[in-house]
């Protein structure tokens, strides 16, 4: 359901503008629109003084401050109570006390992950080499001066090692080893004296040394592990440490900064707002709409603090206002959720259809049919009230909540088809109600059954936007719909005598229905209608066909089970046997939370809201103070 | 002999149909990956986009039972 809104005007004197704009902030409860949308109010745009933009820009990059301090902070206060007063100064300061705290924190932090990434490929490297290492590479005369090569060049090894032989005289053992997949390192032992040369050597060539960061480089390639592994043992503590001071700010401050950052935006918005205004010599003038009945409790909270300043009036909605009219949906608390799942597709008109009532009718309904299994529906239950404990808001809570709902439907069709993890509940003698799914005698039952649901859903799609049509007084769509809907009851009466509900005399009733229908749908759309008439009512009736998904996912989630439960009693031992059809079973839990959500979305999508849904509505936002919205 | 070739029959016609179906959806999954990278908000329309070749499986199914089931292979 929507919420009726009402058109209002305010007219102010310009002195009162700024303390106006602040009081409508803080009753919250206007949807402000720009003043050049309404084209019968002649009043020019109020104009923005160059003061005003430079003040929003302080504003902005204050904000941006307080959000990057606040990301850094991590955690998130959600309900934070207006302060008494707030002195910008104080910001300020405030951020200059903090800033260069968070600064030094995250640098740390960043230094200290960067060495522990770095630290485990020097600590291979060396575990690699030091045990080909000969002992002369202790000597006191000896140095050790390491190379990594990219296995795609090991013919530049052979040039360096003859090159430093010739320069060492024949004294320098070589040692190589491969690092990993890509890399071979070369350990050379030199005379200490001839170290300078090799180094100027190999400055000359494009090679990558061997070197260890200098505060673990200790002499000898042993006390060098020993330290770097002593170094990676006292990096988490560190971490954690610098963690700790970061918890520790973000109790102090993050409360503080959040206050902060609402107060900043209010005032931000304070200003931006004022581009929708207009205004003539000395007024002000504001278009807006609130909730039908808001304009009296508006006009008294406003006039309580300007008096007589301001004058508030309704203004009419015309044809041409209608397209600006915000929504603001206000259905009951079980039907919320799916309001979420509306949005996603679209925000629905204001001179149209809100669907979520039906959605919330029908799509739990669905995705019952296609689980229907008491122990899955018992599950997902728990499982989706165990994270509604957990999930603070947001889009994933009513999702959850559509799981939940969806869930005591699979219950209730469980028991209608007689399955507890599958096919095991007739071995605890439950019986279905209706029929057995996985019996091969009642799949065509299942198949009709999920047809003559999907028939009675598309009518009543084609019937309410019949009814759309006719108040929209719109020739064509009456005839479009009108057209489909009566060539589907056709369609409907020739299946009847099919399956012998009707008798056969029944049969040219329907035919004439069916082709009467087409006629008058292809007639909507004149001379094409003669050929896209026909290919329309084809997609009406592949829309119904779409409907078997119902059966279709229903049996795959069914025989899924016997494969869990036929696996598990196989196995030969209790426990194996258990597991195995544990795994299944979960398995077929998480494809059947997943999978009939997303058909039973898509039949509504697909099928059922074309029929009569017009999307492309606006969002009722109210101009209101950030804590307003989270108080 | 016959009921195997009506199973057959039948696992042709849903086997060809989901690969037709799966064919389009990766097109249109992959189209759709990089268009949710840059505007989320039209997560609605693309759910609806790579929902719509389902249709060709759903029949693909259909056909597959009536196969079975009026063929007598059921």
Redesign the interface.
């Known amino acids: 359901m929507k919420r009726p809104m009402t058109c209002i005007e305010i007219i102010g004197l310009k002195s009162h503008l700024h303390q106006t704009v602040a009081l409508l902030q803080q009753v919250g409860c206007v949807h402000i629109e720009s003043i050049n949308a309404f084209s019968d109010v002649t009043v020019r745009p109020l104009a923005i003084d160059a003061s005003i933009l430079r003040r929003q820009e302080e504003l902005s990059l204050l904000i941006a401050e307080l959000e990057g301090e606040l990301s850094l902070l991590g955690g998130a206060t959600q309900h934070v109570l207006p302060p008494s007063a707030i002195d910008e100064r104080d910001i300020r300061s405030g951020l200059a006390t903090l800033s260069p705290q968070i600064v030094a924190l995250t640098t740390q932090r960043e230094a200290l992950k960067a060495e522990q990434e770095s630290l485990p490929r020097y600590e291979a490297t060396l575990l690699k080499l030091l045990p080909s290492l000969p002992q002369t590479a202790y000597q006191e005369e000896k140095s050790v001066i390491g190379l990594l090569i990219s296995r795609s060049h090991l013919e530049a090894l052979e040039v360096i090692q003859q090159e430093v032989t010739q320069l060492t005289d024949g004294g320098t053992e070589f040692v190589e080893r491969n690092v990993d997949d890509t890399t071979r390192a070369l350990l050379m032992i030199v005379p200490t004296d001839c170290t300078p040369r090799i180094e100027l050597l190999l400055g000359k060539k494009d090679v990558t040394r061997l070197r260890l960061p200098q505060q673990i480089e200790k002499g000898s390639l042993d006390a060098t592990l020993t330290a770097l592994q002593a170094r990676m043992r006292e990096l988490p503590q560190k971490m954690a440490a610098i963690d700790q001071q970061m918890v520790h700010l973000g109790g102090l401050w993050r409360e503080r900064l959040t206050i902060w950052c609402h107060y900043l935006h209010d005032q931000f918005d304070a200003y931006a707002v004022l581009t929708n205004f207009g205004e003539t010599e000395h007024t002000f003038v504001v278009m807006g709409w609130v909730p039908r009945g808001g304009c009296e409790a508006l006009k008294t909270q406003l006039q309580q603090v300007l008096g007589n300043q301001l004058v508030i009036s309704e203004k009419p909605i015309t044809a041409e206002t209608q397209a600006l009219v915000p929504v603001a949906l206000h259905n009951p608390a079980i039907v919320q959720p799916f309001e979420s799942l509306v949005k996603i597709q679209s925000i629905p008109r204001s001179d149209g259809i809100d669907p979520t009532t039906l959605m919330a009718l029908f799509m739990p309904i669905f995705f019952g049919m296609m689980l229907g299994d008491i122990a899955y529906g018992l599950i997902l239950l728990g499982l989706t009230l165990w994270l509604l404990r957990r999930v603070g808001s947001g889009t994933l809570r009513d999702v959850l909540k559509v799981l939940a709902i969806g869930s005591v439907w699979s219950i209730a069709f469980g028991f209608l088809f007689g399955e507890l993890f599958g096919t095991l509940g007739e071995a605890i003698g439950l019986h279905p109600i209706l029929f057995d799914r996985a019996d091969g005698d009642h799949i065509m039952s299942l198949m009709m059954l999920t047809l003559a649901i999907g028939a009675g859903h598309l009518s009543l799609g084609l019937l309410l936007g019949l009814i759309e049509a006719i108040k929209a007084k719109s020739r064509s769509h009456i005839m479009e719909r009108g057209g489909m809907l009566i060539g589907l009851m056709g369609v409907f009466l020739m299946v009847a005598v099919l399956v012998e509900l009707l008798p056969t005399g029944f049969m040219t009733p329907g035919m004439a229905v069916l082709i009467l229908g087409i006629v008058i749908l292809s007639t909507s759309m004149g001379w094409i209608g003669i050929l896209m008439g026909t290919i329309e009512f084809m997609g009406v009736i592949s829309n119904l066909l779409s409907y078997l998904r119902i059966a279709a996912i229903g049996l795959a989630s069914v025989f899924l089970a016997k494969v869990a439960n036929d696996l598990g009693g196989i196995a030969g031992n209790i426990i194996v046997g258990f597991v195995i059809a544990a795994l299944f079973h979960a398995l077929n839990i998480a494809l059947g939370a997943f999978s009939p959500t997303i058909q039973s979305l898509r039949l509504h999508y697909v099928e059922f809201f074309p029929k009569f849904y017009q999307g492309g509505g606006r969002l009722y936002t109210p101009f209101r103070s950030r804590f307003t919205s989270t108080a | 002999m016959e009921a195997g070739l009506i199973a057959i029959g039948a696992a042709i016609a849903v086997g060809l149909a989901a690969l037709g179906t799966g064919l389009a959806q990766s097109r249109i999954g992959a189209a759709a990956a990089g268009i949710l990278g840059e505007r989320p908000e039209l997560?609605?329309?693309v759910?609806?986009l790579i929902?719509?070749p389902?249709?060709i499986i759903?029949?693909g199914?259909?056909t597959a039972?009536m196969i079975l089931?009026l063929s007598g292979g059921?």
């Open positions: 997560l609605g329309p759910i609806l929902a719509i389902e249709t759903i029949l199914f259909a039972a089931l059921g």
